[in-house]
């Protein structure tokens, strides 16, 4: 009867405070499943700032005057496109608490994050923005070039500007958290990134293809089950993904980027503070949780019975 009448009188061995703590997989879904309601509020924040253009988009159906309908959809695209990035920027900052086990206030740290890194945030959103849009048009523009001109080189420009957007994509794994984590300059951001762009090409595509089955998902929930895209849109995907990307790539940022300074300086990267052996304490009292004996309850007499 243990199993549906647990004795709460018994105290196990307790947890070693040396214990192995859990990797790959295991902690990436304990941190998942812990924080998995937190994820979706900072989606429902993050969306919030994307709003506006959401309003532009809906706007469409119901404004009949063409020329407002284009300055109301350049009003709220240019609020969205600068938004946008600072949005991402604080949802960052506040799963990569959640990837380094750090304790976070998540509205306080998603609004400081939002405004301390606003101006680097926005330039990076609106250089992002760009470059797919390219991207984009030249699955259009360069196949009906080729066609027209009779010249199938312009199908090899649009591999390259496709293959330059993916690599830009793997960029953009390292560049937000490290704009969060670190100090550096717009320039030593953009060089850091493309080089673990590289560095970390197998983590990178895993990281990719997993990303884009979510994306599909979601894009074939607007075709066929637009109910259901309108109902986890505000709550799923963009801090699902920044979760993923954060707990895979996180680490080489530590180990190639932010390790290496403090090494520099002799210092422990606080982050990894409580790795075991970093840091050596004095204590009074000998931590006991693993080692202990399992105390019983105490036996519970059966009642007399009354003749």
């Known amino acids: 009867?243990?199993?549906?009448?647990?004795?709460?009188?018994?105290?196990?061995?307790?947890?070693?405070?040396?214990?192995?703590?859990?990797?790959?997989?295991?902690?990436?879904?304990?941190?998942?499943?812990?924080?998995?309601?937190?994820?979706?509020?900072?989606?429902?924040?993050?969306?919030?700032?994307?709003?506006?253009?959401?309003?532009?988009?809906?706007?469409?159906?119901?404004?009949?005057?063409?020329?407002?309908?284009?300055?109301?959809?350049?009003?709220?695209?240019?609020?969205?496109?600068?938004?946008?990035?600072?949005?991402?920027?604080?949802?960052?900052?506040?799963?990569?608490?959640?990837?380094?086990?750090?304790?976070?206030?998540?509205?306080?740290?998603?609004?400081?994050?939002?405004?301390?890194?606003?101006?680097?945030?926005?330039?990076?959103?609106?250089?992002?923005?760009?470059?797919?849009?390219?991207?984009g048009a030249s699955l259009y523009v360069y196949p009906d070039m080729a066609q027209k001109l009779n010249n199938k080189l312009f199908y090899g420009a649009m591999i390259i500007t496709l293959s330059l957007a993916l690599v830009i994509t793997m960029m953009n794994f390292y560049i937000w958290p490290m704009l969060v984590a670190t100090d550096l300059s717009m320039k030593n951001l953009i060089k850091n990134s493309f080089v673990l762009a590289f560095v970390g090409m197998k983590t990178n595509l895993l990281t990719f293809v997993v990303c884009a089955i979510i994306v599909g998902a979601m894009a074939a929930l607007a075709i066929f089950y637009p109910s259901a895209f309108l109902m986890l849109i505000p709550l799923v995907p963009a801090a699902l993904i920044c979760y993923i990307v954060t707990f895979n790539c996180y680490p080489l940022i530590q180990r190639y980027i932010i390790d290496p300074y403090y090494t520099s300086m002799g210092k422990v990267n606080p982050e990894r503070i409580n790795d075991a052996a970093a840091v050596e304490e004095e204590t009074l009292f000998e931590?006991?949780?693993?080692?202990?004996?399992?105390?019983?309850?105490?036996?519970?007499?059966?009642?007399?019975?009354?003749?």
């Open 1 to 135: 009867m243990g199993i549906l009448f647990k004795d709460y009188e018994t105290s196990g061995s307790g947890i070693a405070k040396d214990a192995p703590k859990k990797e790959g997989a295991a902690l990436f879904f304990q941190i998942l499943f812990s924080k998995g309601w937190f994820l979706a509020g900072l989606n429902l924040l993050h969306y919030l700032f994307l709003l506006p253009l959401t309003l532009g988009l809906a706007a469409i159906s119901f404004v009949k005057n063409t020329e407002l309908l284009i300055i109301i959809l350049i009003v709220l695209g240019l609020l969205t496109a600068v938004t946008s990035g600072p949005a991402t920027a604080a949802m960052t900052k506040v799963i990569r608490s959640f990837v380094i086990q750090k304790h976070t206030f998540i509205f306080r740290d998603f609004f400081k994050a939002f405004r301390t890194n606003f101006k680097k945030a926005a330039i990076i959103g609106l250089l992002n923005i760009f470059i797919y849009v390219s991207a």
């Open 287 to 307: 931590d006991m949780g693993g080692k202990e004996k399992p105390v019983e309850g105490s036996k519970k007499r059966k009642p007399k019975k009354i003749s």
